[in-house]
């Protein structure tokens, strides 16, 4: 299988936990920010974004939460599932002017049956 | 649904070799990007391109080019392969004024 993130901090779950996710960012005027999810094998996937200009945002079973005064940003995932094992990125807007995101290290998340 | 394909999954190469990885997305987005993936460096931006015939240097261009003759492809170049370039390459593209990339399934090159 793919060797993505050898040295990667690892979250351990069971089944039907909620898990936390945390990044912290690095640029204050950064604002906007995305959470991306990686399965092994496969190129990244969007999951989430949120602007600077709110602090949570919900979709489908996960949550972000955006907290600007310490520039930490984190993803929530309701009811974990097996499927959802898998290395998670935040990034957030580079600020250059173009549309570039500078992405963290990553998280990986296994789910224990 | 977005899609982002790259030429190959698996690539094997000599160094000093030339090499070509190609990208292809079928959205019509001004925006592609080419990436590498290490262990524990997430992604790292090498090139990106906003429009055709258009390319700008990312944090690690050292070592490689790109070509935009099309909107819907970008190619990444590796002129004199090299062992240090072993790595994950993903490409990703995105609407003008959109930060939400789309990424392909990534190319694991091996330079031996």
């Known amino acids: 299988g793919e060797s993505v993130g050898l040295h990667l901090p690892t979250l351990s779950v069971q089944e039907g936990d909620n898990s936390i996710i945390n990044c912290a960012y690095s640029n204050s005027a950064s604002d906007y920010f995305i959470w991306y999810k990686q399965e092994s094998g496969k190129g990244p996937q969007f999951i989430i974004d949120?602007?600077?200009?709110?602090d949570k945002r919900q979709g489908q079973r996960v949550t972000v939460l955006l907290n600007k005064t310490v520039k930490h940003l984190s993803l929530q995932i309701a009811a974990t599932q097996p499927g959802d094992s898998a290395v998670y990125f935040c990034?957030?807007?580079?600020?250059?002017?173009?549309?570039?995101?500078?992405f963290g290290t990553g998280t990986r998340l296994l789910v224990s049956p | 649904d977005v899609k982002v394909t790259q030429s190959s999954r698996y690539l094997v190469k000599r160094t000093g070799e030339k090499v070509f990885l190609e990208c292809v997305q079928d959205?019509?987005?001004?925006?592609m990007f080419w990436y590498r993936q290490d262990p524990g460096l997430g992604l790292r931006l090498i090139y990106f391109s906003y429009d055709v015939k258009m390319k700008e240097k990312g944090d690690i261009p050292e070592g490689y080019s790109v070509s935009r003759e099309k909107k819907e492809r970008f190619s990444l170049i590796l002129e004199s392969a090299s062992t240090n370039q072993t790595s994950m390459y993903l490409c990703a593209s995105s609407p003008q004024g959109a930060y939400e990339q789309y990424f392909g399934p990534g190319t694991r090159l091996t330079v031996t």
């Open positions: 949120i602007r600077s200009n709110m």
């Open positions: 990034a957030e807007n580079s600020n250059t002017g173009f549309q570039k995101l500078v």
């Open positions: 959205m019509d987005h001004e925006n």
